[in-house]
T-cell receptor, first 113, second 110 residues
Framework: GAVVSQHPSWVICKSGTSVKIECRSLDFQATTMFWYRQFPKQSLMLMATSNEGSKATYEQGVEKDKFLINHASLTLSTLTVTSAHPEDSSFYIC?????????FGPGTRLTVT | QKEVEQNSGPLSVPEGAIASLNCTYSDRGSQSFFWYRQYSGKSPELIMSIYSNGDKEDGRFTAQLNKASQYVSLLIRDSQPSDSATYLCAVGGSQGNLIFGKGTKLSVKP
C-alpha cells in the first residue's frame, strides 16, 4: 500500500504557542489529503479536507483561523495549530487517497501544557 | 448526518476461533466501505475495502456487505493474539473522506 509520513510523531508545547505538523505522501501524489483528530477512547473525526493549490474545506465546528492548513504541493500538506490550548491536546492523523483507498500517516500526538 | 454504528465491545474470543465484527450505516447511498485496524497509540491500518454486495476474502479476513440491510461485517478466521486491537468500520463520504464508527475492541485470548 501507499506510504504516508507525518512529522513530528509527538510534540509538547506551551499554551499560546503554535505548532506545525507535516504530512507527506512518499510514493505517490495526492491532490487531496485529510486531517483527522482523535481524542482518547474516541473515534477519528474529520477536521478538514486539504486540496492542493486551493483552500482547505473545514468541517462544522472546526475553527479555520485556529487550524491553518496549507497544501502547497502534491506530496505535502501542513496543519498549523495556532495559539494552542490544553484542550487542543489530541492525536492528529493525516491521510491521503491512492486508487480510491485511504492511507493514514502514523499520527502526531500533541500535548499542550 | 451520516452515521456509522459499531458495538464497542470488548469482544473476547479464544485463539484460533472466528471473530465476527459488525457495523451498520445510515446513508443508503453509500458506495464504499472499509475496515481498519488500530492498535493502541497508533494510526489506523487498512485491512479490507468492499464496494459491492457479497463477500470479499483476503487471507484470514472476510468482509461482507449487504446494502439492502445497510450492514457490513468483518470475519477474522483463526484469530491470533496479535489480532487484538480496535477495529474501525468506515464508510466513504461524498468528499472522498471517511466516516468512522467508534470501533470495536477485540481481545484474542491465548
Amino acid at each position: 500500500g501507499a506510504v504516508v509520513s507525518q512529522h513530528p510523531s509527538w510534540v509538547i508545547c506551551k499554551s499560546g504557542t503554535s505548532v506545525k505538523i507535516e504530512c507527506r505522501s512518499l510514493d505517490f501524489q495526492a491532490t487531496t489529503m485529510f486531517w483527522y483528530r482523535q481524542f482518547p477512547k474516541q473515534s477519528l473525526m474529520l477536521m478538514a479536507t486539504s486540496n492542493e493549490g486551493s483552500k482547505a474545506t473545514y468541517e462544522q465546528g472546526v475553527e479555520k483561523d485556529k487550524f491553518l492548513i496549507n497544501h502547497a504541493s502534491l506530496t505535502l500538506s501542513t496543519l498549523t495549530v495556532t495559539s494552542a490550548h490544553p484542550e487542543d491536546s489530541s492525536f492528529y492523523i493525516c491521510s491521503a487517497i491512492e486508487y480510491y483507498e485511504q492511507y493514514f500517516g502514523p499520527g502526531t500526538r500533541l500535548t499542550v501544557t | 448526518q451520516k452515521e456509522v454504528e459499531q458495538n464497542s465491545g470488548p469482544l473476547s474470543v479464544p485463539e484460533g476461533a472466528i471473530a465476527s465484527l459488525n457495523c451498520t450505516y445510515s446513508d443508503r447511498g453509500s458506495q464504499s466501505f472499509f475496515w481498519y485496524r488500530q492498535y493502541s497509540g497508533k494510526s489506523p491500518e487498512l485491512i479490507m475495502s468492499i464496494y459491492s454486495n457479497g463477500d470479499k476474502e483476503d487471507g484470514r479476513f472476510t468482509a461482507q456487505l449487504n446494502k439492502a440491510s445497510q450492514y457490513v461485517s468483518l470475519l477474522i478466521r483463526d484469530s491470533q493474539p496479535s489480532d487484538s486491537a480496535t477495529y474501525l468500520c468506515a464508510v466513504g463520504g461524498s468528499q472522498g473522506n471517511l466516516i468512522f464508527g467508534k470501533g470495536t475492541k477485540l481481545s484474542v485470548k491465548p
